[in-house]
């Protein structure tokens, strides 16, 4: 049965940006104080099983196990150096880790959402923590850049937060928490998540330089050409036509881009190969 579309229209206008402190760990279970004390033994625990890890995968899997407790099943951090402007959430990408939807990952890269997201313009001028509904309701917030949540909705992340992260000389980061459902976070939660957030970033890039960079994949030159073709809206009959080699050639080439960029679709071949750098769009 098809999805049933869930637009951010719905879901985050209206919706207040002023909650109690009450934890809220579903859509209609509410927790007295031990709980809160529960979460924040949950918080210590998270804190002491980061010791001593260096590996930012390990610590990105252990925050994913800290969101949990709050019903956040999906978050995506990425770091962005001192003058760039946009972010493309790709798994990979050294400066991105994340474990949102597929579907949703190579429809925000599809369509260039980077260029657009209004967390990303919002986090640049926040020092804390925000709501996506309280961007979704600024009279700043443009129809496009409602489009992004709208189309998140869709692909199940019908409300988050996001933590700015700012460092020195201009670094910057954001790590974002998000919900299958409309329901507002609490300001506790957004509390113990912005902490966990902070301390996986500081964690991450304090061994950021010493961890290394994962090499892009090899791709031979005709392989290069199909994909750059690619990226540039092209078919494979049409590659055929401008590079002079026939249909199955061009998607020999393509299969092959796929399982060394370890893509699951064309697009997001092309994608990830600009993203390394072995094409130029």
């Not at 290069?224 to 061009?250: D, M, P, Q, Y």
Request: net charge positive; glycine share 8%; proline share 5%.
């Amino acid at each position: 049965m098809e999805r049933p579309r869930m637009t951010a229209v719905s879901q985050l206008r209206g919706l207040p940006t002023k909650v109690s402190n009450q934890f809220s760990l579903g859509p209609s279970m509410h927790f007295p104080e031990a709980a809160r004390e529960a979460f924040a033994v949950e918080f210590g625990r998270f804190l002491d099983q980061t010791v001593g890890i260096a590996q930012s995968e390990r610590l990105f899997d252990l925050l994913s196990a800290f969101a949990l407790n709050f019903d956040c099943p999906w978050i995506a951090y990425g770091s962005l150096a001192p003058g760039q402007r946009g972010l493309k959430l790709i798994r990979r990408d050294p400066a991105v880790m994340l474990n949102c939807p597929d579907g949703w990952q190579e429809r925000y890269l599809e369509m260039g959402y980077d260029r657009i997201d209004p967390i990303m313009k919002t986090s640049r001028k926040r020092a804390d923590a925000f709501r996506w509904s309280e961007v979704y309701n600024d009279g700043s917030t443009t129809e496009d850049e409602r489009r992004v949540f709208d189309e998140a909705a869709t692909f199940g992340l019908r409300s988050g937060i996001s933590v700015p992260l700012h460092g020195p000389e201009g670094s910057f980061a954001i790590m974002s928490f998000a919900r299958p459902w409309n329901r507002e976070f609490q300001n506790r939660t957004i509390t113990y998540l912005q902490l966990a957030a902070l301390h996986f970033h500081l964690r991450v890039a304090k061994f950021a330089n010493s961890a290394g960079i994962e090499g892009a994949p090899n791709l031979s030159l005709r392989e290069k050409e199909c994909i750059l073709w690619t990226a540039r809206g092209k078919s494979s009959w049409e590659i055929g036509k401008i590079l002079g080699i026939s249909l199955n050639t061009v998607n020999f080439h393509i299969k092959n881009v796929k399982q060394k960029l370890d893509a699951s679709s064309r697009t997001l071949a092309a994608i990830k190969a600009v993203n390394f750098g072995i094409i130029e769009l």
